[in-house]
């Protein structure tokens, strides 16, 4: 549905808004494939969660576990979307989060070679 209401939501938002919902994109199958390697490498026994905030969370359950970490990523989708402008610092916060995220999962890569060799 994001997709058919795509041309509608950034026809009057330029470039920048357009840029943004990509990165959004992005942020959220890194946010997936966080949370997977995360979950897989705990019941294998081969990390620890290192976040203490999120580390609160799995212990009260992968529910809660989830519903904390798809929190931030989706209210972000409604102030790209909806606000009158998506300024430099809104664009430039996105590619920090997506760049955190990005060496999340270098160490997760790092983690796993390490566990399979």
């Known amino acids: 549905m994001l997709v058919v209401n795509q041309t509608v939501l950034l026809k009057g938002g330029g470039e920048m808004r357009k840029k943004a919902l990509y990165l959004w ?3 959220f199958v890194l946010n997936a494939a ?3 390697l995360t979950f897989y ?3 294998k026994g081969a990390i620890t969660e290192g976040n203490p905030l999120m580390l609160f969370f799995l212990k009260k359950g992968i529910a809660e576990a989830l519903i904390f970490k798809y929190a931030g990523v989706i209210i972000l989708l409604p102030l790209i ?3 009158t402008k998506v300024t430099k610092l809104i664009y430039t916060m996105l ?3 997506a760049g955190v995220l990005g060496i ?3 160490m997760h890569a790092h983690w796993l070679f390490l566990f399979f060799t």
């Open 104 to 106: 999340v999962l270098l």
């Open 25 to 27: 994109i992005v942020i």
């Open 81 to 83: 979307l909806f606000m």
């Open 95 to 97: 590619w920090i989060v």
């Open 41 to 43: 490498g705990l019941q």
């Open 34 to 36: 966080d949370m997977g």
